[in-house]
């Protein structure tokens, strides 16, 4: 049910050298089932909601680079038990040049028992998760794309209220209440309705409050979608044509980074727009620091991608971002 697991005095030692592996509790996750059952944590009036059932269906496209068995193998048991089948066309791994033997041929025989066609992709050098991600996309067949991270656990309705919204308006980019897995102790925390994407000047991703003009435009309904200026980029679903006629990632991108908020300005710049539905929720282990190499190091890789985004997108406003983050022209 989501509990914290605690881990008994004499394994701590250990505990905290397995920890350097992935930047979070790789025992206390090891310990958990790879199909653990979750607490509901939706809205009671989103428990009734009923969704029309002809809606599109959707590929569920992975990217990792050295993730951990449970963590990885948690997110698809989740995905497939706990969406329709008939709304699941595959769900799609990208390996992103893992150096991990477990993640090669021991995946590929484990993934061949499930239940729901499972794919494995092998980028042929380390890319970066917007590339990965892009091949994934490629490769795919649903109607619509729905990206998660490695370390993700989906809840109990988490993705009818994701697509109806997607069938009512195809231009609609849409992501789940994002819940917190702790990295500690891998409990299952609700996330807030009351928050939504944003920036800094830096062109970091931050949450901020849901403003008074947006609670008015739903007349108190929280249960309604929240129109989000930005995403924090892991966990979203997109209508594939939608997708390819805004241009899909920039390709240009490397590692991690900067394609969270490139991807939110093009959807609103694009005649799209972006939405937090409030009824589907999935969580995620929030880590405090990267477990991987950044290849041409983590400031250099990120500026890179940042400035992409602010000369692609932003026009004058750039502006503010040089300002702020002087020596980092081209
Ligand atoms: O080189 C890489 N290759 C990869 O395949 C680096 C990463 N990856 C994979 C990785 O294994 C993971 O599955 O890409 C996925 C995302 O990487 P994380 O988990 O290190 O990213 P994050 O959760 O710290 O960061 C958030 O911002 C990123 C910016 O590039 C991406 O958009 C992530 O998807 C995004 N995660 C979320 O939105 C979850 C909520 C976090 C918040 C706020
Ligand atoms: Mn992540």
């Known amino acids: 049910m989501g509990k914290a697991v605690l881990i008994p005095k004499d394994d701590q030692e250990k505990m905290k050298e397995l920890f350097k592996i992935n930047q979070f509790n790789l025992m206390a996750s ?17 428990k009734t909601k009923v969704y029309p059932d002809e809606l599109p269906n959707t590929s569920v496209v ?5 993730e951990a068995w449970s963590t990885l193998l948690r997110t698809v048991y989740s995905v497939i ?31 061949k028992n499930l239940e729901v066609p499972v794919k494995i ?11 990965a991600r892009l091949r994934g996309a490629a490769a795919s067949k649903g109607q619509v794309i729905t990206f998660l991270d490695a370390h993700c656990e989906c809840t109990v309705g988490w993705l009818e209220p ?4 997607i069938k009512e308006d195809r231009k609609t980019v849409v992501c789940p209440i994002i819940d917190v897995i702790s990295d500690d102790t891998f409990e299952y925390m609700a996330g807030s309705d009351m928050t939504y994407g944003g920036f800094n000047w830096k062109l970091n991703f931050r949450w901020y409050p849901v403003p008074q003009r947006e609670m008015d ?4 309904d929280r249960t309604l979608p929240v129109r989000t200026p930005t995403m924090a980029g892991g966990l979203f679903s997109i209508d594939r044509n939608y997708f390819e006629e805004i241009g899909t990632y920039d390709a240009g991108m490397d590692i991690w980074g900067g394609e969270n908020l490139e991807m939110s300005f093009r959807i609103w710049q694009c005649g799209g727009s972006l ?7 999935v969580g995620h282990v929030f880590r405090k620091a990267t477990p991987y190499t950044f290849p041409g190091g983590t400031g250099h890789v990120i500026n890179k991608n940042n400035r992409r985004l602010a000369e692609v997108w932003m026009d004058e406003f750039k502006d503010f971002f040089y300002i702020i983050s002087p020596g ?3």
């Open 162 to 165: 994701l697509l109806a919204r």
């Open 62 to 66: 992975i990217v990792f680079h050295n």
């Open 121 to 131: 992709i092998r980028m042929e050098e380390r890319s970066g998760l917007i590339r």
């Open 81 to 111: 038990n706990r969406s329709p089948h008939y709304l699941l066309s595959e769900v799609i791994l990208v390996d992103d040049a893992s150096e991990r033997d477990f993640l090669k041929l021991t995946l590929e025989n484990y993934v």
């Open 275 to 281: 939405e937090i539905v409030t009824c589907s929720h």
């Open 328 to 330: 980092k022209q081209f």
């Open 217 to 220: 435009r739903r007349k108190g």
């Open 30 to 46: 090891d310990l958990i089932a790879l199909n653990r059952s979750l607490p509901d944590v939706r809205l009671e009036g989103c």
